[in-house]
């Protein structure tokens, strides 16, 4: 069992930045993806960006170039998690989620990710 534990959003006006982390407790025996997802009020929950189980990264496309994932260690163990934002948009509100998934999950929908924190709520106002 993995518990995560998710701090950083807040409000923020547009064209500013927030910087999300993720401290998980547990233990996997199989290497973890680990990555951020996030829903707005009546929208499904979308992967952001992800670190699959090779260490290498995603974006939606809709993020990139403006957010960042990293994480303290290397891949195949769980770490603490980071998403920095900068250059906000109104259209990034929602609650932000930190997610494991078991195995090379990559950038896959929010079904294939077996932990979850309980979010942080990121608000951008224009």
């Known amino acids: 069992v993995v518990d995560l534990v998710e701090s950083g959003g807040g409000s923020v006006q547009a064209g500013g930045s927030l910087r999300l982390s993720c401290r998980p407790s547990?233990?996997?025996?199989?290497?973890?993806?680990m990555g951020w997802f996030r829903q707005a009020p009546g929208k499904e929950r979308e992967a952001v960006a992800v670190i699959d189980s090779e260490g290498f990264t995603f974006y939606d496309d809709s993020v990139k170039g403006r957010f960042i994932i990293s994480k303290d260690n290397a891949a195949k163990t769980l770490s603490n998690l980071y998403l920095q934002m900068n250059s906000l948009k109104s259209e990034d509100t929602a609650m932000y989620y930190c997610a494991v998934g078991i195995g090379n999950v990559g950038l896959s929908p929010a079904r294939m990710y077996t932990y979850w924190g309980q979010g942080t709520q990121v608000t951008v106002s224009s």
């Open positions: 547990g233990f996997m025996y199989s290497s973890p993806s």
